[in-house]
């Protein structure tokens, strides 16, 4: 299962491209690649990082009171809401990036952080809704009803008790949502041409051409990228689990 | 990684639903809605819809309006000369009806099946072996879960490049593994003969895919109360008659949910065939996804494209159907 | 298609997804609709894909001295290769379109066709002493919206050590390439390393053969062309060339070479800079004909300038006078030297190919070079799509070649 990482890691440590045969292990790890692509693609880190805390910002105030009617009111048409955001689900991620290209060359959003953040969110906004109202469900009504009772509106009761309550579900929403807007290339290549704004999947996409033949500071590269998700895996292992399964873990 | 978001999306409504169908359907809190005339109780509704606008209209701007796009599309003549005179004109069907009698369309339809079926049986078959395998306790177990996880989360040019090395006929790992073992003799052409790319491919989208299903079943499996394996030991039942008569019956719901979304999201996969074998050779691994995508940006032919990423959501919302089906008693709450 | 930006199939793949949506953003209205500062004098914008060294900065400095003749300020925009073209589309779209704009050769015809392109002939360029093949690659219907100053072609490199110690001259009829691929093949070595990728590049790698025995894009269903497939096939079946070419961009293929699994490639001069780094001692021929004394015809590779129709007559005309300028006689001989390639015009062509040995190969067949979009126009995708599908098909597929090239004419 691992391997491929393995690999990945045994591949950024050396030289040479993929047209000899890669040794077993880096015998002699060299640092260069790692060095290299940390100047290289420092400043996309930044700008991934910014991109992917935006999306995740973005997403968890648009989902959460959302997600919060859904699970808590009594709207006649919620399961149709919910229909609609699965079948949001089944759309190609092209077919999203081609419309948001004429739209956002219109709005002047193209080559822009917020331009990325918006789209990013697509994937975290439907992803965000349903671990959210997953978790909201089983929030008992009474505790909200006593706020309201004690002359809070429905705005403060749910800013105050609700979203305290929820903490589980805005973290797992929130590190998911991270994560899609991390991987993120399809958009990354749809919506930016110049280098003030360019995601590092975007970055590693352009090394390939730059450094056809020495895959080092490539996989280094993606060594590099791979990080916060590996440390957000580690710290946040509970919450991952409980993301993935929605809530199905109580 | 969209198709990654859609997966977990579904997902976790489904672990949602099973779990609700278990408990005997959760019921939502009451309040008393029986008549909603006097205007305070209007006002209530206006506070309590005034949540979901911003998710709303998210929603329509960010998806409502591209499907409608692409529709529209279908049914027009939208190639390279639309763009500088702005004239698309409609054609009726003459897209559908191109692309569905193209001699590739039956190939990449063929394709898209054996690649869809042998995906999600291989996900799912090593996703539950190794859901099980995790629900005994050990040492790093924690840990290990987490670095399991990590093929969904590398971005996925990282992983084309590097399987397609590992893949390499002359001097890819996997090549220089079997060719120390005894019984196996040349190099077989993962990537470039036509009998083995599909099943390079799918392998790879296996390997992508197995931490998914592996993370969903795993919490499924925690859902299963202990009590019942102990009383089942009671009666005999260990091992894999345990498994057949307790453990099955019970993930059935999540068993469901695993599976129609991972049709649904396989259906969409494009980008790791496209870094494999762009659809070679000989188009072997060609589906209705790439063929969509070569329509479009290699012949320019967007109207075209545009029908088969129609066929391709209509496909998709057949098995959406059938999902919401099995799932109608969870969601209709 | 001397694409000097040659990604790998997966990228290129994964990226020109996006390619219709790459963006235009002119930062800074550079294209403002006839700017004219108080200066007076307006700007324009030169968009090309010459996104990486030592290309750039050659580039680069032709525009600013073009600029300055012409007493023009400019903006440069470059876009990675395989988004040009979407790209370009797009700035139709929004009304975007750069003033002066380089095409890859083939592309012309299509970009034309859509009447994105203004007609030169209005701004009097001329094409004397061009040779013909470059002017009918840049002409879409009887009108030119297109000069090219350099070109390229591909052609066999050879390693010098690895032929030497085998003790083989580098071939140059069909016979010979087979032979000698074949006995250069041992000790998990390959005689010869080519590009047989499903994409126009691996249509443009296999065209020196096609076109060479007499093949023609109009109807690949030949027995001509099945003649030059044969040739291939039977290389690969012989094990001459790995099987994994079928996935090999040219870059891919230069790896091979530079790593020394190859005794021979099928390649461009764009390479030069990177063998040069890696210090393999080569030499370029032509690429081997059918028979002995047979011409071999090669495809013409490399970019045309145009002058997109912005709709303000006078930053076209300079934008004209730009185009001129990059295809100047001294501009030409700077522009080849700089990138290893060929001027365009045949006479000095020729006097640069006897002063520049390396390049010699390349520059005798500039007088000889066939467009790929000289019969078909702007129809030539297609027959390309064509082409590279029969050629999987019979290398990989299991078709023979004479059935492989039917089912693809037939589509």
């Known amino acids: ?250 | 990684m969209s198709t990654r978001a859609d997966a977990g999306t579904l997902a976790s409504a489904s672990g949602a639903a099973a779990r609700q169908s278990r408990d005997g359907g959760a019921t939502p809190p009451s309040r008393d809605g029986r008549s909603g005339r006097s205007s305070a109780r209007t006002k209530a509704r206006i506070a309590e819809l005034a949540f979901l606008v911003p998710a709303l209209v998210y929603l329509v701007l960010f998806f409502g309006y591209p499907v409608v796009k692409n529709v529209l599309m279908g049914f027009q003549e939208y190639t390279t000369k639309t763009f500088f005179t702005g004239e698309a004109p409609f054609v009726g069907l003459d897209n559908y009806s191109a692309v569905l009698s193209s001699s590739l369309f039956d190939k990449a339809l063929l394709n898209t099946v054996l690649f869809t079926a042998g995906s999600i049986l291989g996900q799912f078959v090593l996703g539950l072996a190794i859901a099980v395998f995790f629900r005994r306790s050990f040492p790093l177990n924690n840990v290990l879960r987490a670095l399991l996880l990590l093929p969904w989360l590398v971005p996925l040019i990282a992983s084309a490049a590097v399987w397609r090395w590992i893949l390499d006929t002359d001097y890819g790992a996997l090549n220089r593994f079997l060719g120390a073992l005894p019984f196996v003799d040349g190099n077989p052409a993962w990537l470039t003969s036509t009998s083995l790319a599909l099943i390079a491919v799918i392998g790879v989208n296996i390997w992508l895919g197995i931490p998914f299903n592996a993370t969903i079943l795993y919490g499924g499996l925690q859902e299963i109360p202990e009590e019942l394996y102990e009383a089942g030991a009671l009666d005999g039942a260990t091992g894999w008659r345990a498994f057949r008569h307790i453990t099955w019956p019970l993930l059935r719901p999540v068993v469901t949910v695993v599976l129609v979304l991972g049709v649904v999201y396989t259906l969409k996969v494009l980008d790791i065939i496209l870094g494999l074998t762009n659809g070679g050779p000989a188009n072997s691994t060609q589906t209705i996804a790439t063929y969509s995508y070569f329509t479009s940006f290699k012949e320019f032919d967007f109207g075209q494209g545009a029908a088969l990423g129609n066929v391709l959501v209509l496909l998709s919302l057949l098995f959406a159907v059938i999902y919401l089906r099995l799932n109608r008693k969870a969601v209709d709450e | 298609m001397a694409r000097r930006r040659v990604l790998t199939t997966a990228l290129a793949a994964g990226a020109a997804v996006l390619l219709p949506f790459s963006l235009a953003a002119c930062g800074g209205g550079s294209s403002d609709e006839g700017s004219t500062g108080s200066g007076g004098s307006a700007k324009l914008t030169i968009q090309d894909y010459y996104n990486d060294d030592p290309g750039k900065t050659v580039w680069e400095g032709v525009y600013k001295a073009c600029a300055q003749t012409a007493g023009v300020e400019i903006d440069i925009v470059h876009i990675p290769g395989s988004d040009l073209i979407a790209k370009v589309l797009q700035q139709a779209q929004s009304k975007t379109m750069p003033d002066v704009l380089m095409l890859d050769n083939p592309d012309l015809q299509q970009i034309a066709a859509s009447g994105a392109l203004a007609d030169l002939s209005q701004f009097d360029v001329s094409t004397d002493g061009y040779a013909d093949g470059i002017v009918k690659a840049s002409t879409y219907d009887g009108k030119l919206y297109g000069l090219q100053p350099i070109t390229n072609s591909i052609a066999l490199f050879y390693n010098k050590k690895t032929l030497a110690d085998a003790g083989i001259q580098p071939p140059q009829t069909w016979d010979e390439l087979k032979t000698a691929s074949a006995a250069l093949t041992k000790d998990g070595k390959y005689g010869l390393a080519l590009s047989a990728i499903n994409t126009y590049e691996g249509t443009w790698q296999f065209l020196p053969f096609f076109w060479s025995a007499g093949g023609d894009e109009k109807d690949i269903n030949t027995p001509e062309a099945a003649k030059a497939l044969q040739l291939w096939v039977d290389m690969f079946k012989a094990g001459s060339i790995s099987q994994s070419a079928v996935n090999w961009t040219q870059a891919d293929v230069n790896d091979q070479f530079k790593a020394g699994n190859a005794a021979m490639m099928v390649n461009g001069p764009w390479q030069f800079p990177s063998l040069a780094e890696s210090g393999i001692d080569y030499g370029v021929v032509p690429i081997p004909a059918p028979q002995a004394g047979e011409p071999t015809v090669s495809p013409l590779g490399g970019e045309t300038w145009t002058v997109p129709e912005t709709g303000n007559k006078d930053k076209q005309a300079k934008a004209a006078e730009i185009v001129k300028c990059i295809n100047s006689d001294d501009n030409q001989k700077l522009l080849a030297e700089k990138n290893n390639t060929v001027p365009t015009k045949t006479a000095i062509a020729e006097e640069y190919g006897a002063t520049n040995p390396a390049v010699k190969g390349f520059a005798d067949l500039v007088p000889d070079l066939r467009a790929r979009t000289g019969e078909l126009g702007d129809k030539w995708p297609d027959a390309a799509t064509k082409i590279y599908t029969a050629m999987q098909e019979a290398i990989v597929g299991g078709k023979t070649p004479e059935q492989a090239l039917a089912d693809a004419q037939n589509g």
């Open chain 1, 1 to 250: 299962m691992l391997f491929p990482l393995y690999w990945m890691v045994n591949v950024s440590l050396q030289s040479g491209g993929g047209a000899v045969a890669t040794p077993w292990f880096p015998a002699a790890p060299s640092l260069d690649g790692y060095v290299r692509a940390f100047n290289d693609q420092g400043h996309n880190l930044v700008t991934s990082l910014v991109v992917s805390l935006g999306s995740v910002v973005l997403s968890l105030v648009i989902a959460a009171p959302a997600a919060y009617a859904l699970a808590q009111f009594r709207i006649r048409w919620a399961t149709w809401v919910l229909f609609g955001v699965l079948i949001t689900q089944m759309i190609p991620g092209i077919v999203v990036a081609n419309a948001l290209y004429s739209a956002f060359s219109d709005l002047g959003l193209l080559n822009s952080i917020p331009g990325l953040i918006l789209a990013d969110s697509t994937a975290g906004v439907p992803f965000a809704i349903i671990v959210m109202r997953a978790f909201m469900g089983s929030i008992p009504p009474s505790i909200v009803e006593a706020a309201r009772v004690d002359g809070a509106g429905q705005l403060r009761a749910f800013v105050s008790v609700v979203l305290p309550m929820s903490r589980n579900a805005l973290i797992t929403a929130g590190l998911f949502t991270f994560l899609f807007a991390w991987g993120d290339f399809l958009f990354a290549l749809t919506l930016t041409t110049t280098e003030d704004v360019r995601p590092v999947t975007l970055g590693l996409y352009q090394y390939i051409g730059t450094y056809v033949s020495d895959w080092s500071p490539i996989m280094a590269t993606a060594v590099l990228s791979s990080l916060p998700a590996i440390v957000l895996l580690l710290v946040a292992q509970r919450y991952v689990a409980a993301g993935v399964t929605g809530g199905a873990v109580k």
